[in-house]
């Protein structure tokens, strides 16, 4: 066998070795980017906020039109440093699903969190190759003690124009300064009311509010053919915009009105 046929098998033998591997991709999916605040006054809540199904922290982003997308990877620092420095470490990974877009991969709620701490987070797009991009624009939020106390509830039925009352905490550590109530017809699926109003107590005692109190919602007084329901947002901190960084939110509580 001569030379040049010794160097070709080696040539193909190589070949055939290597170049069935899988070449990593080279290029990274892009940055993601996060969800602006809205402001308390708006209906509609987006980007980072306090849940209202658990006690957590609510982030979102927009989803990465990269194909080949494997997920996102979600980083959080506690600010817990007299320094004010900032450790980021991974906190979960939240996996795309592509074969069935009702299932969303633009959100997480970090429920391992303590109150009056802020946290900061950050995403980066994870592609199928393992390849990370750069990391997104980075949010924070603190979350404080929810509302508790919250009537009416399901427990005895309503007047037809309710009055609303919860109480907070009087802990001087949680700024909270204003209330957002929403109030929502479930029968007909619609909003009928959203209103702010100053925080009044600070001795946690509670505070109430009668529904419709400013005369613009859209059903003056309530129905007992229809099921209604409620919730309350405590504000605290906010940043130059007057999106807050500080506060919690109730539950959704459901009620109806006496016949």
Do not use: H
Not at 23 to 48: A, C, F, H
Not at 122 to 144: C, H, M, Q, W
Not at 199 to 210: E, I
Not at 227 to 239: E, F, P
């Amino acid at each position: 066998m001569n030379k040049m046929l010794v160097l070709m098998i080696t040539i193909l033998l190589m070949f055939t070795i290597f170049g069935c591997e899988d070449i990593e991709d080279p290029n990274p999916p892009q940055r993601p980017v996060m969800v602006p605040k809205s402001l308390p006054w708006e209906y509609v809540e987006k980007g980072i906020d306090a849940d209202d199904i658990v006690t957590g922290i609510f982030v979102e982003w927009y989803r990465n039109p990269d194909p080949g997308m494997d997920g996102y990877i979600v980083y959080r620092a506690a600010d817990t440093s007299d320094t004010g420095k900032l450790d980021f470490v991974r906190k979960d990974t939240v996996f795309s699903y592509p074969l069935n877009p009702m299932l969303s991969d633009t959100e997480f709620v970090d429920t391992d969190v303590d109150f009056g701490t802020i946290y900061y987070y950050f995403v980066r797009a994870l592609g199928i190759s393992e390849n990370k991009s750069e990391p997104s624009d980075t949010v924070r939020y603190s979350l404080t003690p929810p509302p508790s106390n919250c009537l009416p509830n399901l427990s005895e039925p309503a007047e037809n124009i309710p009055e609303f009352s919860w109480q907070y905490s009087n802990d001087f550590q949680f700024g909270i300064n204003y209330y957002y109530i929403r109030v929502e017809n479930l029968t007909t699926r619609s909003v009928i009311w959203f209103y702010g109003v100053p925080r009044l107590d600070y001795t946690g005692q509670g505070q109430t509010l009668r529904y419709n109190a400013d005369g613009k919602a859209s059903e003056a007084v309530l129905s007992p053919q229809n099921t209604y329901r409620w919730k309350i947002d405590a504000i605290g901190r906010q940043n130059i915009d007057g999106s807050e960084i500080e506060g919690s939110e109730s539950r959704w509580i459901t009620f109806q009105i006496k016949d």
